[in-house]
């Protein structure tokens, strides 16, 4: 159904003149706008695999798992293709930046607004500078590689660029209350001195802040009086994942510090690499406002605490003068949330074929032998938890319900309880990672899953496995390069050197 092109009223298809304004209509019939979101993506090869955005809530407290997500055609009951190179992942970052992302063509049906004079202050243009959901930060530029901007024009009209893609709108703003609406569409916030926030957009749980050009921008303004005392060079001195301590040369090998200036800017370096931006103070909640460094933390006698940094579930502990306060950091030390929280988080390895039978044993496919770089992601309740691997193909592993139990360490022992490998159902207990092993305490932080495959489609067809992983963001110097992962200097180092979280594919490097 067409929109009137003057006023953007709903019109019959065939109208020549709009019923409302009265205003000719255009004779060609506008193109129909397809969202990208909602293209059908590319049949996958081998199986593609989609990793949960967040286990908790869409698993609740069953940590159910649904095979057939899983499947290549998500139909359940399909076997698996040979392993083929170049299978595509359906990547879930956040459910909510899926929401977000159809934005930008429902936006194109905003019709109802107000007016504003033409030299209203509150004209002009506002550009997206982050994004808040469930207490977390989300760069702009990780919604939209190419921003997000409205212009605020006389007569209540307004001109939307969504990710590079334009369209109009109606808004009205009355007293401070901000307000977009339209055609499945219904946006409201706040607009003052120069900063348009907009609430829950979309339903979706999601909080975008605005800021006008030429306006300080969020988190801009000088340092008050308050927060020129804190000012001065701040060095990570701990880390603290899932639980457990490392040490910060474990992570980034020269270091993370971050430099307060009086002036409300400041200065990060991340394993020798710099970038700037600024921050703010408001009690003891300090905010930075940095590209790829988006973050609130806390800053209170002295020693300044981020939590889960680069959603890798890591904190870090930082002071001005370099050396830990062992009674500052104790008493802010996270609680864990499980006995067993040492396994929740993400992990980088590889799995590899070590004996075989049947067709993949054969003079025309042998696969004994072959490895492939993987991912993984443990997340744990109480003593119970859901484990999901894909590999460098972007294939599905495995995946499915896990158990934990008293083990040979203070770490405890992972089982398997209702997982798949491939379309095959693991027997339960039949993996049991112990990362208190013998043989693995020359490998720290480490854990090893066996298993076999028995091919259901395939009498007689089967092969045996070995998963090694460990916490993604540890370095792998204490083991040879020959038996490191095949990408691990290449792709995995690059990756943890400049801070970056586990990504939910592989992009590895030509």
Known sequence: MPFCVQCGARLEDDAKFCTVCGAKQPIVEAPAYVPAAEEKPAEPQGYGYAPSAA??????????????????????????????KGGVIALIILAAVVVLGAAAFLIYSLTAGGKAPADD?????????????????????????????????????????????TGSAKWKLDGNRFTIKGS???????????????????????TLYFAKDGVPSLSQAPASAAEKNVSGLYNADKAVAFGRECEISDMWEKGISIELKDDGTCGISINGINTSGSWSKSGDTVTFDVPGFNMDGTLKDGVLILENVYDMGVTLYFTKDGSMRPDAASS?????????????????????????????????????DLSWDACARISVDGSRGHFECWDEDNDFVAAGDVIFSAGLSDKGCMSSQSVEF????????????????EDLKAYPNSIVIFGRYQDP??????????????????RWEDIREGTRPEFYTNWYLPLIEAGESMPLEFDLPD
């Open 422 to 437: 491939w379309d095959y159902k693991v027997p339960a207990n039949e993996w049991s990672a112990d990362p208190g092993d």
């Open 55 to 84: 286990y908790g809530q869409d698993r609740q407290e069953s940590f159910g798992y649904d095979p057939t997500i899983y499947s290549a055609g998500g139909g359940g009951g399909t076997t698996p293709p040979g392993k083929k």
């Open 457 to 474: 489609e395939s009498e007689g067809s089967w092969f045996d496995y070995t998963i090694f992983l460990r916490p993604w963001g540890v």
């Open 184 to 206: 499945g569409i219904d946006c409201s916030g706040t607009l003052s001195d120069g900063t348009l926030i907009l609430e829950n957009v979309l339903d979706s749980g999601i």
């Open 121 to 165: 202050p509150v004209l002009g243009v506002y550009s997206a500078q982050k994004a808040e959901t469930n207490g977390m930060t989300i760069s702009i530029r990780t919604m939209w590689k190419n921003g997000f901007t409205i212009e605020l024009k006389k007569g209540g009209r307004a001109a939307l660029n969504v990710d590079g893609k």
């Open 332 to 368: 802010s030390l996270p609680e864990s949330a499980s006995e067993y929280g040492w396994w929740n988080g993400d992990w980088y390895g590889w799995w590899y074929i070590s004996d075989a039978g049947g067709r993949y044993s054969s003079s025309d496919e042998n696969w004994v």
